[in-house]
């Protein structure tokens, strides 16, 4: 992602809807949105990986080697069924990926509206959504995906055993070999997905670039601000809010694309070209010295992240 032209581009439902699939972190009451944390580590994680089933395979090719099993066909078949497996490894990864979208999609829904008012038209939405997806990985598909992967580096492991009991007779190495492939199993359930859905995120992003170039010929933004209007207390689109801000001393904020400005005594309005990006309400909210002026900031911001979004259910 370009820097210098985050806030002359809106990027299209389908990057808005792939960037939910990312790693977020929740800060404040913020639940996470336009941001991605930690993928260098999601890809170090899942290098490594790549690098334990190479390995393993390179084991499994010299114990073939040293216990004479030269055959071509032999060889050949047992190759195929290795580079199935690693290939297989990271399709499971991504189907347990498959519903962290959508589930984020409700996360945030609810939380927005957890601050208003028990009203029956939310509880009948909250209801409807709910019944199309589940938490990631807690549908029984998903438990037996992850219980797949982790007997497959079981089998892995006695494979290891039988071609080399008469080389290793120390069984700590067998034991060590079983545990390497029982934690590549655990990198792919926890950081294959994300590292892709980040991959894939970035390549949709370039595309909204390219095409951002190609329509203005990088002569400057195309886009005009927004405004955003929100109340320390008051009237919402789901009805009363519970959230009661009046002693909340907002202070305002200019960050250029960004800003923060009162309306009238109670209304205060955020004006943004594109995106408003989670480090922007980072910024926005850190600048505020009451905690109740913080919330209603992360609040009313995530609230208008929302409505930038595709719906996805």
């Keep these: 992602m370009n820097n210098n032209l985050r806030h002359s581009i ?19 009451k913020h639940v996470g949105i336009f941001q991605t944390e930690n993928f260098s580590k999601d890809n170090n994680m899942f290098w490594i990986a790549i690098f334990g089933e190479v390995f ?5 090719f010299y114990g073939l080697w040293s216990q004479g099993m030269t055959d071509s066909y032999f060889t050949g078949g047992i190759s195929i069924a290795v ?19 959508r589930f984020k ?7 927005i509206t957890s601050n208003y008012s028990n009203s029956e038209a939310v509880n009948a939405e909250i209801y409807r959504l709910n019944k199309f997806v589940t938490k990631p990985s807690h549908t029984i598909l998903d438990i037996l995906s992850k219980t797949f992967l982790y007997l497959v580096g079981v089998f892995k492991a006695v494979v290891f055993y039988e071609l080399f009991q008469t080389q290793v007779q120390n069984f700590v190495v067998i034991v060590i070999v079983a545990i390497g492939y029982l934690l590549i199993a ?7 997905g994300y590292r892709h859905a980040e991959i894939t995120f970035q390549k949709n992003y370039r595309k909204c670039e390219e095409n951002w170039s190609k329509e203005t ?20 689109a789901f009805s009363q809010k519970i959230f009661e801000c009046k002693n909340a001393d907002i202070k305002n904020i200019d960050l250029g694309s960004v800003k923060l400005e009162p309306l009238n005594e109670s209304t205060y309005v955020i004006k943004f070209l594109g995106l408003v990006y989670d480090d922007e309400i980072d910024q926005m909210r850190n600048h505020q010295t009451n ?23």
């Design 10 to 28: 809106m990027p299209n439902h389908a990057t808005l809807e792939s960037w939910l699939g990312t790693r977020k972190s929740a800060r404040g």
């Design 56 to 60: 393993g395979a390179l084991l499994l």
């Design 83 to 101: 580079l199935l497996g690693v290939f297989l490894d990271y399709l499971l990864a991504l189907y347990l990926h498959r519903n962290v979208r």
């Design 105 to 111: 999609y409700i996360t945030i829904f609810k939380e």
């Design 186 to 192: 655990f990198i792919h359930i926890k950081h294959t």
């Design 217 to 236: 010929g990088n002569d400057g933004s195309s886009l005009t601000y927004r405004i955003k209007s929100f109340e320390k207390h008051g009237d919402s």
């Design 291 to 313: 905690k109740k002026a913080k919330d209603l900031i992360d609040l009313a911001t995530m609230e208008l992240q929302f409505d930038l979004l595709p719906k996805l259910i």
